[in-house]
């Protein structure tokens, strides 16, 4: 007669259990399944830890921080991809931005341009002049100026404020004001942005009576032509481009010093990530200055910009979710893989040394005494003693009566 309530359920669970242990013990005989174990364990008793490791593992994980940030600013923000091509863009005009500041005072300063074309135009009325005092706090020398800065970095865009997406068209409300204007002033700061002509051209600022023709002649002892470059740029700004001319500085130790700069102006588009495009530019320059005697030369300071037949073009990509992760596991696990190899190396290492330094080493085991060990001799110590039939007697406390056990040897 069927009765459920006699059916053993545990057994019945159990079944699936031990046919699946079964399964696993055919396995074994056929290949151990533990051979293919690639995460060996060890207990924590066989595991030593050290200061040496401690700051290894501080100074590993200071690194993996770093790159993950870099990594991840990348992700957030694209990383750029340049590519060269020739220039097929057919523009008449271009931007040009300029703001310096010369130790002369702003009456004695005549600013002209002149183009391949054969034009001159006199721009001294074009660009703001504000009377100041000569400080070149902040500037660099242009001996020490590097021709260019990288700026896109995936740390400086996920730490710092990304850079902006849109260009723009500097005018002269754009510019900073003077920090410390001074009306007719000891110095004078020239700055603000006109539209020239796309074409080679040069751009001097000279004084009064010498190079060009005036009605004016600059006394000799009025003229110093040192000054501080505080930008000079073609095109819309944008900050992810950094000119090799910002903040640098050039100071003259004669009166008649001509200053020379000659720039080759190469056109830049950057593409973000969501495809919006800002047409720009960007330049390389080489300096030359030197010193003459009064009616052998022109004095001043000249710019002069040839434009590149190839052009630029700098688009950020981004990376997918999926190569994120891949880089970062990457990243993580190779770091700490590779410090953990070069410590295992550096400590082989040491103990090579040492042993060839110290001699050999001693080994030592605690599971096991020498034969001749003074614990052997020692009879009436109470620990270790022997008798006439050759047997080792260890004496133990809280033990068998007596207060002995024998062992064979």
């Not at 921080?65 to 991809?81: I, K, Q, R, S, T």
């Not at 751009?203 to 009025?222: A, R, V």
Request: net charge positive.
């Amino acid at each position: 007669m069927y009765e459920p309530h006699l059916i053993d359920h545990a057994s019945e669970q159990s079944r699936p259990r031990r046919e699946s242990q079964s399964l696993l013990e055919e396995l074994d005989k056929i290949a151990p399944i533990k051979s293919f174990d690639a995460f060996p364990k060890v207990q924590s008793t066989y595991t030593v830890q050290s200061r040496r490791g401690g700051v290894l593992t501080a100074v590993v994980g200071f690194i993996i921080f770093l790159l993950v940030l870099n990594d991840l600013g990348e992700y957030l923000y694209g990383a750029p991809d340049y590519s060269f091509h020739v220039d097929h863009e057919l523009e008449k005009d271009l931007q040009l931005n300029v703001d310096l500041t010369v130790a002369m005072p702003c009456h004695y300063l005549s600013i002209d341009l002149r183009d391949a074309v054969g034009d001159r135009l006199h721009l001294s009325n074009s660009f703001v002049k504000d009377g100041t005092h000569f400080n070149t706090a902040g500037a660099t020398s242009m001996k020490r100026t590097p021709n260019q800065k990288r700026t896109f970095t995936g740390i400086q865009r996920l730490l710092f404020s990304p850079p902006s997406r849109k260009g723009v068209k500097k005018s002269q409300a754009a510019y900073r004001p003077t920090y410390d204007s001074v009306p007719d002033g000891p110095a004078c700061r020239i700055y603000g942005s006109v539209e020239v002509k796309k074409v080679t051209a040069n751009l001097h600022i000279t004084t009064l009576g010498h190079g060009y023709m005036s009605f004016e002649h600059t006394d000799h002892q009025l003229m110093n032509l040192s000054h501080i470059v505080h930008e000079f740029s073609f095109g819309p700004f944008f900050p992810a481009i950094s000119q090799p001319l910002d903040k640098s500085y050039e100071i003259a130790k004669e009166p008649f010093t001509i200053f020379q700069y000659f720039l080759r102006v190469v056109p830049t588009t950057y593409i973000d990530a969501a495809r919006r495009r800002l047409v720009t530019s960007q330049y390389a320059v080489t300096d030359y200055s030197r010193s003459f005697e009064h009616g052998k030369g022109v004095p001043g300071i000249f710019f002069k910009y040839d434009l590149e037949a190839m052009a630029l073009t700098v688009r950020e990509r981004t990376t997918s979710l999926y190569q994120f992760l891949i880089r970062l596991v990457g990243v993580i696990g190779g770091v700490w893989t590779v410090a953990s190899f070069g410590l295992r190396v550096f400590n082989r290492a040491q103990k090579e040394v040492s042993k060839a330094v110290v001699g050999k080493e001693k080994e030592y085991i605690p599971s096991s005494l020498p034969s001749g060990s003074p614990a052997f001799e020692r009879a009436g110590s109470g620990y270790f003693s022997r008798d006439d039939r050759g047997m080792l007697r260890t004496t133990t406390w809280g033990g068998s009566p007596g207060g002995t056990e024998w062992k064979g040897r």
